[in-house]
């Protein structure tokens, strides 16, 4: 059973930056499509970035030109690097990975507060 493992949340202030960090366990093939979604109280999970297995990336409006998503195939590892994040940007985010199946991460908070 494929497992992914988010980490790199927390509480940052407004224009502070986290890199969150997603990694397989149990599992030696690569993943097809790799992407962080997120999901803020009362609200629907909406996707934030993805990336294909050559790179090619898609971004939200709402991030574009402050988050970058990038892989890692040998690790089986996606990241995301938030920058001059905004209190709208508070949620918990997942990680989603597409093999044969699709797989979620269990979730990371991200809170953005002075």
């Known amino acids: 059973q494929v497992q992914l493992v988010e980490s790199g949340g927390g509480l940052v202030q407004p224009g502070g930056s986290l890199r969150l960090s997603c990694a397989a366990s149990?599992?030696?093939?690569?993943?097809?499509?790799m992407a962080w979604y997120r999901q803020a109280p009362g609200k629907q999970r909406e996707l934030v970035a993805g990336?294909?297995?050559?790179?090619?990336?898609t971004y939200a409006d709402p991030v574009k030109g402050r988050f970058t998503i990038s892989r890692d195939n040998a690790k089986n590892t996606v990241y995301l690097q938030m920058n001059s994040l905004k209190p709208e940007d508070t949620a918990v985010y997942y990680c989603?990975?597409?093999?044969?199946?699709?797989?979620w991460g269990q979730g990371t908070q991200v809170t953005v507060s002075s």
């Open positions: 989603y990975a597409t093999l044969i199946g699709g797989y």
């Open positions: 149990r599992s030696k093939l690569s993943f097809n499509y």
């Open positions: 990336i294909t297995s050559v790179g090619g990336t």
